[in-house]
């Protein structure tokens, strides 16, 4: 493996989770009694954390192919990788997007890596992607590109 990193839903945005099923089991338990407000912060607080943990995200760069959440693609379909900075990001996933860019941004991330495609038959013309270490990212794909030489 040469780079795997992790995107986790930031700490800030659990504690307000937090908040809001301590505002929850407030309410609810003012309104119906205690044991239906725990029951109530129990539960939204299980669904809470259910949401935050389905949006985290797994990239790896293997030798063979980058793997970002659920997609995979072979290495030899990449033509490398360009690191960008926040407003660079905001830019290219913004005003300067292209609608058929296969984009995986979380909001909470200021980098990202756009990874160009290096296939004449697939629509996609690059994939964006969301990095807290955008540098590293983009160097794992150019070395995994160099390695194998792209598309034939």
Same mark, same amino acid.
């Given at each position: 493996?040469?780079?795997?990193?992790?995107?986790?839903?930031?700490?800030?945005?659990?504690?307000?989770?937090?908040?809001?099923?301590?505002?929850?089991?407030?309410?609810?338990?003012?309104?119906?009694?205690?044991?239906?407000?725990?029951?109530?912060?129990?539960?939204?607080?299980? !669904?809470? %954390? +259910?949401?935050?943990?389905?949006?985290?995200?797994?990239?790896?760069?293997? #030798?063979?192919? &980058? /793997?970002?959440? $659920?997609?995979?693609?072979?290495?030899?379909?990449?033509?490398?990788?360009?690191?960008?900075?926040?407003?660079?990001?905001?830019?290219?996933?913004?005003?300067?997007?292209?609608?058929?860019?296969?984009?995986?941004?979380?909001?909470? !991330?200021? %980098? +990202?890596?756009?990874?160009?495609?290096?296939?004449?038959?697939?629509?996609? #013309?690059?994939? &964006? /992607?969301?990095? $807290?270490?955008?540098?590293?990212?983009?160097?794992?794909?150019?070395?995994?590109?160099?390695?194998?030489?792209?598309?034939?």
């Amino acid at each position: 493996m040469l780079y795997r990193e992790r995107l986790w839903v930031p700490l800030t945005w659990w504690l307000l989770g937090a908040l809001f099923v301590l505002s929850l089991v407030v309410a609810v338990g003012a309104y119906l009694g205690p044991t239906w407000g725990v029951l109530a912060g129990l539960v939204s607080l299980a !669904v809470a %954390g +259910a949401i935050f943990a389905a949006a985290s995200v797994v990239i790896r760069v293997e #030798p063979s192919e &980058l /793997v970002v959440g $659920r997609a995979q693609i072979d290495v030899h379909y990449l033509a490398g990788a360009i690191p960008l900075d926040k407003a660079a990001t905001e830019h290219r996933s913004g005003p300067g997007a292209d609608a058929r860019a296969f984009l995986v941004m979380r909001p909470y !991330v200021p %980098g +990202a890596v756009e990874i160009t495609l290096a296939d004449p038959d697939d629509p996609v #013309p690059y994939w &964006l /992607v969301s990095s $807290r270490h955008a540098e590293r990212l983009a160097s794992a794909i150019s070395a995994a590109v160099g390695a194998k030489g792209g598309l034939h």
